[in-house]
């Protein structure tokens, strides 16, 4: 599982979702999750960038940011992969290519065979 915390307003998450969508689309079939927690905006502005932007994995509110708080995400973009046991295995903050080889192999040797 991939959970990353983003905000419209912040021009790195809004660069870093397309290789989201895109790494979900080479994962298909396999038991991954991508879910991306929105900091505390209106679903209205939410719905205008989904919209603008292909993003077919869940997208939650966290509407007074205690989720942000409890995974300690403090910089945008922040990105925890989660084995099948709930380990974080690996986090990020900052945009990063999600699509890449790099990253797609790790993700890739975390899922259950």
Known sequence: MLINFWATWCE???DEMPSLERLRQSLAG???VILAVNLGEPPSRIRAF???VTMNFPVLLDAD???AKA???RILPASFVVDADGRIQYSIAGELD???EPQRT??????PR
Do not use: D, E, H, K
């Open 65 to 67: 940011m205690a989720a």
């Open 106 to 111: 790790l993700i890739a040797g975390l899922l």
């Open 50 to 52: 989904l919209q603008r």
């Open 30 to 32: 396999r038991p991954f």
């Open 98 to 100: 999600w699509s890449a």
């Open 12 to 14: 790195p998450c809004r």
């Open 71 to 73: 995974w300690n995400a």
